[in-house]
């Protein structure tokens, strides 16, 4: 069974940074790519950031050069470092892999953006 828990969340204002952790087990962590999406409330969730296996990166383009993604194979987790977040960076945030053809999600962690 596939798990991703997300955790590091919250609130923080304009120009501010949060780290996000997803937590994964079921799967063998290190042979698999692991991705970052984000929702907001009647929108399509969107690619954030994406790792693979080799620590290949990628980023959306509206948050290159500002967010990091990074995984950690020891403790089969993957993080995000978010800074100089913005109000458009509001969503909820979720993790997310793939095993044989089937995607999984973590539920999300809620990220807000204001002051």
């Known amino acids: 069974q596939v798990h991703l828990v997300e955790s590091g969340g919250g609130l923080v204002q304009p120009g501010g940074s949060l780290r996000l952790s997803c937590a994964a087990s079921?799967?063998?962590?290190?042979?698999?790519?692991m991705g970052w999406y984000r929702q907001v409330p009647g929108e399509q969730r969107e690619l954030v950031a994406s790792?693979?296996?080799?620590?290949?990166?990628t980023y959306s383009d509206s948050v290159r050069g500002r967010f990091t993604i990074s995984r950690d194979n020891v403790w089969n987790r993957v993080y995000l470092q978010m800074d100089s977040l913005r109000p458009e960076d509001t969503a909820v945030y979720y993790c997310?892999?793939?095993?044989?053809?089937?995607?999984?999600w973590g539920r999300g962690t809620q990220v807000t953006v204001s002051s």
């Open positions: 997310t892999t793939t095993r044989q053809s089937v995607a999984y």
């Open positions: 079921g799967i063998n962590f290190r042979l698999h790519t």
């Open positions: 790792i693979t296996s080799a620590h290949d990166r």
